[in-house]
């Protein structure tokens, strides 16, 4: 059974850093790995992913710039480093994982109904 753990979620000031872990029960070498989030009162929404193909990556236009996803195989841990922190950047951050095929070679996207492994989720809050 795969399983994602999330971590290193908490409060930060407007204009800090987090790094966020999503560490997996399996190798990182047959999955794609997106990073999303959930705002209170809004639908969950995609924020980042990084392939399995190519180790290449994706972010969505409010976070470009600000945010870096990487994936550590050796750790089986994918990170997202989140700078210039902002109150809207505020949520439950949750990582998730869909296998891939070392013959599959398609980039990763921020789909939700493309992920089958969900991690439970950290909490975000950017307040001054």
């Known amino acids: 059974q795969w399983q994602l753990v999330e971590s290193g979620g908490g409060l930060v000031q407007p204009g800090g850093s987090l790094r966020l872990s999503c560490a997996a029960s399996?190798?990182?070498?047959?999955?794609?790995i997106g990073w999303f989030r959930q705002a209170p009162g809004k639908e969950r929404e995609g924020v980042s992913c990084t392939s399995r193909y190519d180790s290449g990556t994706y972010y969505v236009d409010s976070v470009k710039g600000r945010f870096t996803i990487s994936r550590d195989k050796f750790k089986n841990t994918v990170y997202l480093q989140m700078d210039s922190l902002k109150p809207e950047d505020t949520a439950v951050y949750y990582c998730a994982a869909v296998k891939r095929s070392t013959t599959v070679q398609i980039m990763c996207n921020i789909w939700e109904s493309s992920y089958d492994y969900w991690g439970q989720g950290t909490q975000v809050a950017v307040s001054s």
């Open positions: 399996f190798t990182l070498d047959n999955a794609d």
